[in-house]
């Protein structure tokens, strides 16, 4: 069954680097048919869309968030991975990772299924 | 990029029918048939319950039905049960290759 697990530190100081990883069991991140996503929900907010890696290491991104956002993928261990930078309290959230259907040319399809999420809070 | 536009909250009776309207642009919603819809409960991750504008999952009840009219897609919900309470989120795909979410639709059953 195919399972997905984020994990990283709960707390990030300002200005620092946020530095989550999603672990896959079950699927290869190596499949031709998806990327790899990141969003996250700010406590008693609505859902937001980071990025999206694909195991060549094409990526698409939120273009808000777009200069502070570094996703790879490792293959090798079948985990990717989300570096945000110059973190705010308005960083402060729930991570989730996902996996993200993809059509032919790239096209972003559906995010399924999703990690249980983790909390990253913004604090010094 | 703006969120579409969702509905703050809906209410409905068990066994009634609910309809969560999500209202995009010509650029998302309209452009393309690849709208999805996510059912969240409280302190969990969301569940994928429709795809691709009309589509569910295996395993996802029938009484959930999708559509699209122009840049507004809906949700429906037949026969309400108790634990359809949840919020519900909307998202398609952009004519910039990105994603945007709705704003969210908490739904309440009377």
């Known amino acids: 069954q195919l399972q997905l697990r984020e994990s990283g530190p709960g707390l990030v100081e300002p200005s620092e680097t946020l530095s989550l990883t999603c672990t896959v069991s079950g699927d290869s991140t190596r499949s031709d048919n998806y990327y790899w996503a990141w969003i996250r929900q700010p406590p008693g907010k609505g859902l937001e869309w980071i990025g999206s890696?694909?195991?060549?290491?094409?990526?698409y991104y939120n273009p808000y968030l777009f200069s502070r956002i570094t996703l790879s993928v490792d293959t090798s261990k079948n985990q990717f991975s989300l570096s945000l930078t110059s973190v705010t309290a308005a960083d402060t959230a729930v991570y989730y990772c996902a996996r993200h259907r993809r059509a032919a040319a790239g096209v972003l399809r559906w995010f399924d299924p999703w990690g249980q999420g983790t909390l990253v809070t913004v604090s010094s | 990029q703006s969120a579409l536009t969702q509905p703050a909250s809906v209410s409905g009776s068990p066994g009634q029918s609910i309809t969560i309207s999500c209202t995009g642009t010509?650029?998302?919603?309209?452009?393309?048939?690849?709208v999805s819809w996510y059912q969240q409960h409280t302190g969990k991750a969301p569940k994928l319950i429709i795809y691709?504008?009309?589509n569910r999952p295996s395993g996802v009840s029938n009484r959930f039905s999708g559509s699209k009219s122009g840049n507004t897609a809906s949700l429906t919900i037949s026969g309400l049960q108790a634990d359809d309470e949840a919020d519900y989120y909307c998202s398609s795909y952009t004519s910039r290759s990105t994603v945007v979410f709705g704003g969210g639709t908490k739904l309440t059953v009377l």
């Open positions: 691709e504008v009309t």
């Open positions: 890696v694909y195991y060549s290491g094409s990526t």
């Open positions: 010509s650029s998302d919603v309209g452009g393309y048939n690849y």
